[in-house]
T-cell receptor, first 111, second 114 residues
Framework: EDQVTQSPEALRLQEGESSSLNCSYTVSGLRGLFWYRQDPGKGPEFLFTLYSAGEEKEKERLKATLTKKESFLHITAPKPEDSATYLCAVQENTNAGKSTFGDGTTLTVKP | EAGVAQSPRYKIIEKRQSVAFWCNPISGHATLYWYQQILGQGPKLLIQFQNNGVVDDSQLPKDRFSAERLKGVDSTLKIQPAKLEDSAVYLC????????????FGPGTRLTVT
């Protein structure tokens, strides 16, 4: 069974203090790994898809990287508006392509 | 482009009652998903449709949950009878065919079972 573990569960940063979120996974065959952002009371919002080890994607202050066992979401010089829960998900390489989500990391950025 | 629409946004029912949720996906999106998100957890896939057909319903509690997708567009998810542990946010998402890696989520329906 596919498993996704995210750490830490919660992270509090000062504005401008860079850090990383971790997503470790086990999946029989990986089609892709996704990062989503979820604000309170809203559905998840798609950020990135990574397909193979060594791949990197960037968007504003966020950079996602992928290895064979884990992914990191690096946040550079965060701002208060980056506060949200960040979800990681893996999609298995089958016809259905079922996605399995982790429980997320709740990021709080203080001004 | 309009997003995924869901209704109602909130629902409170007593255990053993029934409830239904509605989802209208983004126009042109062939794939539709229903997820259950319990407070503090990530979304868990309940059922995935490709047009009218079910692709995956392995985690749907079929003794009490049912879902249908009419004419490959709108979908309804029903719970009958509800249990306390069904309290959660029910999220609907959609994606283009062959692009399930980029799912667009609706705002969800928050269900409270008392």
């Amino acid at each position: 069974e596919d498993q996704v573990t995210q750490s830490p569960e919660a992270l509090r940063l000062q504005e401008g203090e860079s850090s990383s979120l971790n997503c470790s996974y086990t999946v029989s065959g990986l089609r892709g790994l996704f990062w989503y952002r979820q604000d309170p009371g809203k559905g998840p919002e798609f950020l990135f898809t990574l397909y193979s080890a060594g791949e990197e994607k960037e968007k504003e202050r966020l950079k996602a990287t992928l290895t064979k066992k884990e992914s990191f979401l690096h946040i550079t010089a965060p701002k208060p508006e980056d506060s949200a829960t960040y979800l990681c998900a893996v999609q298995e390489n089958t016809n259905a392509g079922k996605s399995t989500f982790g429980d997320g990391t709740t990021l709080t950025v203080k001004p | 482009e309009a997003g995924v629409a869901q209704s109602p946004r909130y629902k409170i029912i007593e255990k053993r009652q029934s409830v239904a949720f509605w989802c209208n996906p983004i126009s042109g999106h062939a794939t539709l998903y229903w997820y259950q998100q319990i407070l503090g957890q990530g979304p868990k896939l309940l059922i995935q449709f490709q047009n009218n057909g079910v692709v995956d319903d392995s985690q749907l509690p079929k003794d009490r949950f049912s879902a249908e997708r009419l004419k490959g567009v709108d979908s309804t998810l029903k719970i009958q009878p509800a249990k306390l542990e069904d309290s959660a946010v029910y999220l609907c998402a959609s994606s283009r065919a062959g692009m399930s890696y980029e799912q667009y989520f609706g705002p969800g329906t928050r269900l409270t079972v008392t």
